[in-house]
Structure formats: structure tokens, C-alpha cells
């Protein structure tokens, strides 16, 4: 899971420790539930040890189940644009990090782990609400805003099914700033447009 | 999988033989090449016999992997709208499918099985390319009908992903007439609009 860097013997085994502990501990009490302190424990190191090596909770749960993207980092680069264009930003955002080096493979075994595993299915669920759905509802300013951050992850989740796990041509070979471009746009009136 | 009327006894066993039949079939050699007289053969019965449970080979294959739709039937229902008005109409007839008795956990259980099965995949695929995008490409008239249609498909495999296998709320509880309005305008333009 973990790049061995060769300079620090041992850390790679403490690692895969947090990230074992990190994925029970998310599994038996969900996203929500679960901390970096009782992970820690769980592991036998320090708290200050886990977040020296992963950051933040959200951070932490991206590493254990491999999500290819920590929402966070996502939104904080979308964010830097202009309101208007969050859903082309987002959608080529999120192409970049599937189409690159083996994001494409992580996205596909996301997806199928999660959609087979129920405990992985309450994880991503409770993961999507807090730490994408409620950031991307709160930037969008909308009194409905998680029902629009929910159509925003239908078509992302589709999307992602479509291009890496279906394979669907010629969705599944087109180029990503094709796709933004097409695809942006219902992005955008679902966080900021007339919804019917 | 088959009703039994009662009135004709023997013949559900002769329909799960055909259903057998045509599941290996499909598996073997895909929803493109297999074929009604294959599958009749296989099940040892005439292949008009087939035709009369079954109709076509398209409603044989959605019988088969319970698809919980008929694409024609459905695309029929559509084409009788204004073309301005198929997005919604898709939705709006998908949803009733889906949320009308066991629909939610058919089209939960296919996508499941889809996704980690290779087989079942490569089927599914092909049924989607030709039972349905090649259909909804004719009916838009456009000369990039089938990146239009490879995008619709996104949408509404991530439709029935969040609201009926992740069940992400408020989505997976909004009445279906709120979401038809909100992700009709979607299909809408991937089918006949501009596309960036």
C-alpha cells in the first residue's frame, strides 16, 4: 500500500499497521464514528504518530480503502476558480487523477469492492456525505444544497462506472477535456442552476 | 423467476430450461452473436416455442439477467413525447420501473452482479451498445449519437447507483417526479443539446 522509501526501516510495517486498524476501525463504526484516536490505540502507536504520517481523518480513510482522491485537496483546487465553472473544474479534476499512472484501476476496484462489501457500502456512503457532499453543499450556497451535492455524485458515480468499470465506448476513450466539457455543465446547474 | 399461471403446467420448467439456455448462451458468446435458435437448441426445444414465451432476443436477454426494463418497450413509451421532452420522459419512465414493487432490488441486484462478474459484464455492455444506445443515437439524429449516448448511459446508471445501491440520501428518498425534473434537462442535453 505504502512507498517504501528504504530511509526509515520499520515505519512501512507501522504504516500498514495504522492503515489495518484504520479499516477496521472504519468498518465496525463507520466513517463518522471512527477516530484517529481509538485507530491509534488499535495500532499501538501514538495518535501524534497517525497524523504525522496521514494528516487528517479524511486523509487517513483516502490511504485505508484507497480512494483516488482526498476530497479536500479536490475541492480546495476547484474552489480557486470562478463559481461559474466549479462543474467543468471538478469533472477535469477528477479525470486527472482516474486517467493518471493507475487511478483508473484504483477507481474501478472502489467501486467494485464497495458496491460487493456492506460495511465497505455504509463507509463510502457515510465518506461521500461528510466530506464530499456537505463541503460541495456548503460552497454552492443553496438552502437544498445536499440534494444537489447527491445529483452532482450520481453523475460523477456514473461517470466513473461508465468510463472504468463498464468501459463503455466511446465515453470510455474520449478525452478528458472533451468529457469536462460535456459533462461540466450538468455538474454546474445541479450545484447552482434551476433544478425543474 | 416465472410466474406459474397454473394453467399450463410443465411449461415453467420448460421456460427456466429456455432462461438457462439463454443465460449460458449471452455468457458464452455475448448478447451480439448469441441467438434465439442457439439457445432453443441448447434447451432442446423448437425455437418457435422461443419466440412465443419470449418475443425477441432482446426481451429473451432482459428475461434472462432481469433486466428490470425492455429497452424498446420503453423507448416506444419515450418516442411519443415531444423530442423535446424525452430526457424527463426516460427518467420519469425508468423511475417508475424502478420504484414499482421488487424494481429497486432488481436493478440493485443487476448492477451488483454486473460489476463483479466478468461475463455478466461483457453482456451487459453489449446489451447496453446495441439494445439501447444505438436506439436513443437513431432517435437523436445526431452524427456523434453514440459519445451522446454513451454519456445518457452515465447518467442513468449513476442515477440508479446513488439511489438505489448507495442509497444516498436525500436522493434515494426524493419523490421521482422532483428527480425526473431535475435530471431530465440532463438527459436532454446530452442527447440533443450542445455538448461544449
Do not use: C
Request: glycine fraction near 10%.
Amino acid at each position: 500500500m505504502t512507498a517504501r522509501t528504504g530511509r526509515r526501516p520499520g515505519h512501512s510495517g507501522t504504516r500498514e499497521a495504522i492503515l489495518d486498524a484504520a479499516r477496521r476501525s472504519f468498518a465496525e463504526h463507520g466513517y463518522d464514528r471512527a477516530t484517529i484516536r481509538a485507530i491509534a490505540a488499535r495500532a499501538a502507536v501514538d495518535p501524534a504518530l497517525v497524523h504525522h504520517f496521514y494528516g487528517t481523518k479524511e486523509k487517513l480513510f483516502a490511504a485505508a480503502v484507497g480512494f483516488p482522491v482526498v476530497p479536500s485537496d479536490l475541492i480546495g483546487q476547484i474552489t480557486r476558480q470562478d463559481p461559474e465553472d466549479f462543474g467543468e473544474a471538478l469533472v477535469r479534476a477528477l479525470l486527472q487523477v482516474w486517467d493518471t499512472g493507475d487511478g483508473a484501476g484504483k477507481i474501478a476496484a472502489l467501486l467494485r469492492s464497495t458496491l460487493t462489501n456492506d460495511a465497505m457500502m455504509d463507509m463510502f456512503r457515510q465518506f461521500v456525505a461528510s466530506a464530499i457532499l456537505s463541503v460541495i453543499a456548503a460552497a454552492s450556497g443553496h438552502d437544498d444544497a445536499g440534494y444537489r451535492a447527491s445529483l452532482v455524485a450520481s453523475q460523477v458515480i456514473g461517470l466513473a462506472m461508465a468510463r472504468y468499470v463498464v468501459r463503455l465506448d466511446p465515453l470510455a476513450t474520449a478525452p478528458a477535456g472533451e468529457i469536462a466539457a460535456a459533462v461540466g455543465p450538468t455538474i454546474q446547474r445541479y450545484l447552482t442552476g434551476r433544478l425543474g
